[in-house]
């Protein structure tokens, strides 16, 4: 099992900056990508952002590519959404999400270039509970 945290949220003006974290506890060792997905009110999940393990690649989906930067620490055990020039469409609630097997972490990492939900929870993907980030104009 694998748990996730996340932090950082809150309210900004747009063109402000955020950041947020995701702490993993439990059997980390097993987890080979950890990104970020958001749901609006009214709207599909989507994902926003991931990042593997062992080298650090990342995908971002397209509407957050170059205001946006996923980053992990030493220990691989936590992750960052680093989200600058933020705009009223970012308004969601943000979660974190990690994969164990390789094929999860594909599908995850399918979801974020589509900007798609994502798979559900179980076995191989976990998710956090969420984090609001609120951008009044």
């Known amino acids: 099992q694998v748990h996730l945290v996340e932090s950082g949220g809150g309210s900004v003006q747009a063109g402000g900056s955020l950041r947020l974290s995701c702490s993993a506890s439990?059997?980390?060792?097993?987890?080979?990508?950890m990104g970020w997905f958001r749901q609006a009110p009214g709207k599909e999940r989507e994902g926003v952002a991931i990042?593997?393990?062992?080298?650090?690649?990342?995908w971002y989906y397209d509407p957050v590519k170059g205001r946006f930067t996923v980053s992990e620490d030493d220990a691989k055990t936590t992750i960052y959404l680093q989200m600058d020039s933020l705009e009223s469409a970012d308004t969601a609630t943000y979660y974190c999400?990690?994969?164990?097997?390789?094929?999860?972490?594909?599908?995850?990492?399918?979801?974020?270039?589509?900007?798609?939900?994502?798979?559900?929870?179980?076995?191989?993907?976990?998710w956090g509970q969420g984090t609001q980030v609120t951008v009044s104009s």
């Open positions: 999400a990690a994969g164990r097997r390789l094929d999860a972490c594909a599908d995850l990492t399918r979801a974020v270039a589509g900007g798609m939900p994502g798979p559900v929870g179980d076995d191989e993907t976990y």
């Open positions: 439990g059997y980390t060792r097993s987890v080979n990508c």
């Open positions: 990042i593997h393990a062992g080298g650090g690649a990342t």
